[in-house]
């Protein structure tokens, strides 16, 4: 079945902690990228990579790092969580076509305390 | 900034009727993306507009794209419950940044 895979669903961790939140498509899609939801303000890009070795900033990324080493991997890290990145984590990948719409993870929850 | 609002963003209708939701961009793109979100659950996709006068028709759903209004609808058809959720439309600029309005939840009563 053609899906996007995030682990974990929900996290609760505490401020300073470092984590990763993995991401893994089998679809064979170039382009990768994480988003974070939050009340009101809808959806948010924080990172996206157009295919290996090649990732850059969306709208929101401080405080996130991401890497593809491979094609169908693009983990999200935080190294040192805060509060404010509490939030619904979204990843998703599409081909890398004008025609083609993001597949979209199951999302993780996490919660800093 | 590319910037994308949606109105409304709440919407409680009653089945059987007809209903808008509307999606205005800042800057110019002429491609635009419909997503539906279920509570608790992740985004599909529903629509792709590529061009000026896009139109396309899923069911009770028709999504259009004036591109030059930088203006997207999405029509409901005599809505039914089915139909309750979060409706997102986004952007993008270059292909590689999307933009995401805040959504528009539905909400179908009997």
């Known amino acids: 079945e053609a899906q996007v895979t995030q682990n974990p669903r929900y996290l609760i961790t505490v401020t300073g902690k470092k984590l990763t939140v993995t991401c893994s498509q089998n679809?064979?899609?170039?382009?990768m990228s994480w988003y974070r939801q939050d009340p009101g303000l809808g959806l948010r890009q924080i990172y996206y990579s157009m295919n290996v070795e090649v990732t850059d900033k969306g709208d929101v990324p401080e405080g996130y790092k991401v890497s593809r080493k491979e094609k169908r991997n693009f983990p999200l890290i935080l190294e040192s969580p805060s509060p404010n990145q509490t939030s619904l984590y979204f990843c998703?990948?599409?081909?890398?076509?004008?025609?083609?719409?993001?597949?979209f993870g199951n999302g993780t929850r996490l919660t800093v305390t | 900034e590319l910037k994308v609002e949606q109105n409304p963003l709440f919407l409680s209708m009653q089945e059987g009727k007809n209903y808008t939701i509307y999606c205005n961009y800042s800057t110019t793109s002429d491609r635009l993306y419909w997503y539906r979100q279920d509570p608790g659950k992740s985004l599909e996709s529903l629509f792709v507009?590529?061009?000026?006068?896009a139109v396309k028709q899923e069911g009770r759903l028709m999504a259009s794209l004036d591109t030059k209004a930088r203006l997207s609808t999405l029509h409901i058809t005599a809505a039914v419950h089915d139909l309750s959720a979060t409706y997102f439309c986004?952007?993008?600029?270059?292909?590689?940044?999307?933009?995401f309005g805040t959504g528009t939840s539905l909400t179908v009563i009997p």
């Open positions: 998703a990948s599409s081909f890398f076509t004008y025609n083609s719409p993001l597949h």
């Open positions: 507009l590529l061009s000026n006068g």
């Open positions: 679809m064979n899609h170039e382009y």
């Open positions: 986004a952007v993008d600029n270059t292909g590689n940044q999307f933009y």
